[in-house]
C-alpha cells in the first residue's frame, strides 16, 4: 500500500531490521509495541550548505546499521555523522552538490529516498505557526487559525496533517486560507507514537519531534519567528506585544510560556465544542507544559527543536517570561494524543473565554528605537556566532568556551605584565592544542 507524505521519508518495513524500544517492558502500556515506529529509518532528506541531513526517529539500535552498511548520494559512498537527542536522531552527509536520493544497503537490502532542497523562500520575514494534527474538526481549526491570526499577528501557518481521513489538502488549506492564514500543509501518515508509564509517558513519541526539525530545516530558517502550539492551544499576552513580536524583536530570539487548563461544560447534543466554551478553570490545577516562539535568525536558532523547549540549549529557563500564557482546551480533541474526559465532581470557577481577554487588551505594535548602523552590524556578527555555538555539541561548547577562556586570560595577563608578545602566543598556542585533544573532530 502506498502511504502519502510530503516528507522524503525512508522505511525498513520491507527489511528484517527494526528499531528496539528503550522503554523496559514495565513501563509500556497495553498496545505500546503497535503504536512504536520500529520501522522509519528516516522521516526527511534535505540538502543544504554541502550537506544532506537526515532527521530520524531517534535510531536507538538502527545507529548500528548506518556504521555496518554502505551510505550513498547517487550512487557516491559517504560517511555518516549521527547525533542522537531524546527523541530523533540527525544524521549529517557530506556533498558538495545536491543529490537526487540517499541510499543505506546492508546484507543484500537496499532503502532509499529522494533528497529535498530547502525553502527558505516560503516563509522568509513572516509570523508563522507550525502545528500538527489529525481528524480535528475544520471549525476548531478554523477557530485557532483566525484567533492568533487576530490577536496575535500570525501570517502564516506550516500545517503538518497526520493521516487525517475526514477531509483532504484542499478543505484544509480552505479553511486556513478562511482564517486569514497562509497555508502550508505537509502529510505524513507515520505513527504518533506510544504513550508509556511516567517518567516514560512521552519518551518515545518521535514524531513530533522529527516533524518539527524536519520543517524547521526546509522551510522555516527566514521566517521572522516561530510559535509552536496544538490546535486545543490559544496564546495569550498579558502585555502590548505579541508573542511573535517578543521573539522576534528580543536580543536571543526565544521567549517561552507556560499554560492553564481550560474546560468546557456543554449540553449533551451539542453539535461541535469550541473554544470559547472553556470559560471554566479549576483553581489550584498544575500549570501546562511550556509553549515557545523562536527567531529562526537568531542566536538559539541551530539549536534542536522539542514541543516544550529547544534541545541543545541548557538556558531554557532562563527565557520563561509571564507576559503570555496559553488556554489549553479540554475538550477541543478527538482523543488522539490523549483522554479528554474531565474529572467527575472536580470544582470549576468560570473565567472569561479567551477571546473576551483578547478584547480587554488593547493591543498596539511593539515600537522601539532603531539601532544604528554599527549597532545592527554588531548584532549580526554576534548573532551568527551565536547560532554556530549552540549548534555545537556539549562538549564541542565546553572545548570553545575554554579556548574563549584561554584567550581572556592571555589578554588580561598582557594588559597586567610586560612580557613580551611571543611569550604570550606561545603560551596561548600550547594552551589551544591541549585544548583541542579533548575533541579531536
Keep these: 500500500m502506498d502511504v502519502i507524505s510530503d516528507f522524503s521519508t525512508c522505511s525498513l518495513q520491507d527489511t528484517p531490521f527494526r528499531r528496539r524500544s528503550r522503554v523496559a517492558p514495565g513501563y509500556r ?8 515506529d520500529a520501522t522509519t529509518l528516516w522521516m526527511d532528506a534535505v540538502w543544504q550548505d554541502g550537506a544532506v541531513t537526515l532527521t530520524c526517529p531517534r535510531l536507538n539500535n538502527l545507529a548500528a546499521l548506518l556504521k555496518r552498511g554502505r551510505l550513498t548520494l547517487d550512487g557516491r559512498p559517504v560517511r555518516a555523522s549521527v547525533r542522537s537527542f531524546y527523541r530523533h536522531s540527525v544524521v549529517t552527509l557530506k556533498s558538495p552538490q ?30 508563522v505557526i507550525v502545528t500538527m494534527s489529525r481528524d480535528n474538526d475544520l471549525v476548531w481549526i478554523e477557530d485557532f487559525a483566525r484567533f492568533h491570526a487576530e490577536s ?25 486560507e478562511r482564517a486569514g ?31 518539527l526539525n524536519a520543517v524547521r530545516l526546509r522551510y522555516l530558517q527566514e521566517a521572522r519567528a516561530v510559535l509552536f502550539c496544538d490546535i486545543d492551544e490559544l496564546v495569550l499576552s498579558r502585555g502590548e506585544d505579541t508573542v511573535f513580536d517578543a521573539a522576534a524583536l528580543s536580543r536571543f530570539g526565544y521567549t517561552r510560556f507556560r499554560g492553564v487548563w481550560r474546560h468546557a461544560r456543554v449540553a449533551p447534543g ?22 515557545w516562539c523562536v527567531r529562526p535568525s537568531g542566536p538559539v536558532g541551530q539549536t534542536q527543536w522539542r514541543p516544550h523547549s529547544l534541545e541543545g540549549f541548557h538556558f531554557n529557563w532562563l527565557f520563561d517570561s509571564s507576559a503570555f500564557t496559553f488556554h489549553h482546551c479540554r475538550q477541543i480533541t478527538t482523543g488522539w494524543k490523549r483522554n479528554p474526559a474531565s474529572r467527575a465532581g472536580a470544582a470549576m470557577v468560570e473565567d472569561l473565554s479567551a477571546a473576551a481577554l483578547v478584547q480587554r487588551r488593547a493591543r498596539g505594535a511593539l515600537v522601539r528605537p532603531a539601532p544604528s548602523r554599527l549597532r545592527r552590524q554588531v548584532g549580526r556578527l554576534a548573532e551568527a556566532v551565536s547560532r554556530q555555538f549552540f549548534g555545537l555539541t556539549a562538549l564541542r561548547q565546553l572545548t570553545t568556551a575554554a579556548v574563549i577562556l584561554c584567550c581572556f586570560s592571555v589578554v588580561l595577563e598582557e594588559a597586567l605584565d610586560n612580557d613580551p608578545p611571543q611569550q604570550e602566543i606561545y603560551a596561548f598556542l600550547d594552551a589551544v592544542k591541549r585544548v583541542s585533544q579533548l575533541d579531536p573532530f
Design 98 to 127: 545536491r543529490p537526487e536520493s540517499v541510499a543505506l544497503e546492508i546484507d543484500g537490502h537496499r532503502v532509499e529516498s529522494s533528497v529535498r532542497e530547502t525553502e527558505p523562500e516560503r516563509f522568509r520575514d513572516r509570523n
Design 181 to 211: 492564514l497562509d497555508p502550508l500543509v505537509l502529510r505524513t501518515e507515520l505513527p504518533f507514537g506510544p504513550r508509556g508509564i511516567k517518567p516514560h509517558a512521552n519518551s518515545e513519541l518521535f514524531l513530533q519531534t522529527c516533524a
Design 270 to 291: 451539542t453539535a461541535v465544542v469550541r473554544h470559547a466554551d472553556h470559560v471554566f478553570r479549576r483553581p489550584g490545577e498544575a500549570p501546562c507544559p511550556h509553549k
Design 29 to 36: 502500556t497495553p498496545g505500546y509495541d503497535a503504536a512504536f
Design 152 to 176: 496575535q499577528g500570525a501570517e502564516a501557518i506550516a500545517f503538518i496533517d497526520n493521516g487525517s481521513s475526514g477531509y483532504g489538502v484542499a478543505e484544509l488549506e480552505a479553511c486556513l
